[in-house]
Nanobody, 122 residues
């Protein structure tokens, strides 16, 4: 099972980016809860957002609430993270992860992508 993130890049503060998570392994993301995480240099990895499977419940870290939005496109087998009003403190490598069993922020993820860099300049 291999997850692939895309959509990272360099933007200015206040701009937007959309990250996408898909799979190169042919399995259906619809069967998995998906989480987005980020890790900035010298900092621990933190959860950004996650989405459950059937009822598509969503969770957001307080630092991104109101600015980021997670969604599924099952037809494209993709989970996206729309990031608006980006701030320099959002700069990090962003990872997506998949889990069979969803427990909100307590979810233990089974599979991880390699990450995509997001850099926000001031």
């Amino acid at each position: 099972v291999r997850l692939v993130e895309s959509g990272g890049g360099l933007v200015q503060a206040g701009e937007s980016l959309t990250l996408s998570c898909t799979t190169a392994s042919g399995f259906s993301l619809e069967d998995y809860a998906i989480g987005w995480f980020r890790q900035a240099p010298g900092k621990e990895r933190e959860g950004v957002s996650c989405i459950s499977t059937r009822d598509a419940g969503t969770y957001y870290a307080n630092s991104v609430k109101g600015r980021f939005s997670i969604s599924r496109d099952n037809a494209k087998n993709t989970v996206s993270l729309q990031m608006n009003s980006l701030k320099p403190e959002d700069t990090a490598v962003y990872y997506c992860a998949a889990a069979r069993n969803f427990l909100g922020w307590l979810t233990e993820y089974d599979y991880w992508g390699q990450g995509t860099q997001v850099t926000v300049s001031s």
